[in-house]
């Protein structure tokens, strides 16, 4: 088995039992890693391009505040922070940790339904929402070719 075998069995063995920040490390450091001659997975070459020309702060928490998390994406690079940050550009409030994986793993596609069951609660530009659904399916889903429905 390769390298990067090894490496994809290790991800989709493991990526249910990551917090809320370890995705989001791993989220930067695929951004990191996808410029040309930089990328160290050519599945990700390219990956970059999705947040160039973007800026927006993402803070993501739940209800109880068990789970705070950052996202800076500032034109083409991320940052993390383990805390939520008092001014943002979107700020989702999952129910509780299981209903931020849940949207998670639907890979935005089911955005309505969360807000419908009343798992999250969204302020800011609804946009930048669908903007963070794509950016986790076209990372895990198109590129990795992993499928969180059976994770």
């Known amino acids: 088995m390769g390298e990067f075998d090894s490496f994809m ?3 989709k063995g493991n990526i249910a039992d990551w917090s809320l920040e370890t995705f989001l490390n791993f989220m930067k450091w695929s951004i990191e890693n996808s410029r040309d001659g930089l990328f160290k997975l050519p599945a990700l070459k390219g990956y970059y391009k999705n947040v160039q020309d973007f800026s927006a702060i993402y803070v993501f928490t ?3 505040k068990t789970l705070e998390a950052t996202a800076r994406f500032i034109d083409g690079a991320m940052t993390v922070e383990p805390f ?3 001014e943002w550009d979107l700020k ?5 940790a299981s209903a931020f994986w849940r949207f998670l793993i639907s890979g935005g596609d089911k955005i309505v339904d969360a ?3 009343n798992d999250v609660q969204v302020y800011g530009n609804l946009n930048y929402l669908y903007k963070f659904g794509f950016l986790v399916k076209d990372m ?3 590129r990795l070719g992993i499928n969180l429905a059976y994770v």
């Open 140 to 142: 895990i889903s198109q």
């Open 115 to 117: 807000l419908l069951d």
């Open 9 to 11: 069995k290790l991800l």
């Open 62 to 64: 739940t209800r109880d």
């Open 84 to 86: 939520a940050a008092k």
């Open 92 to 96: 989702i409030v999952f129910k509780d």
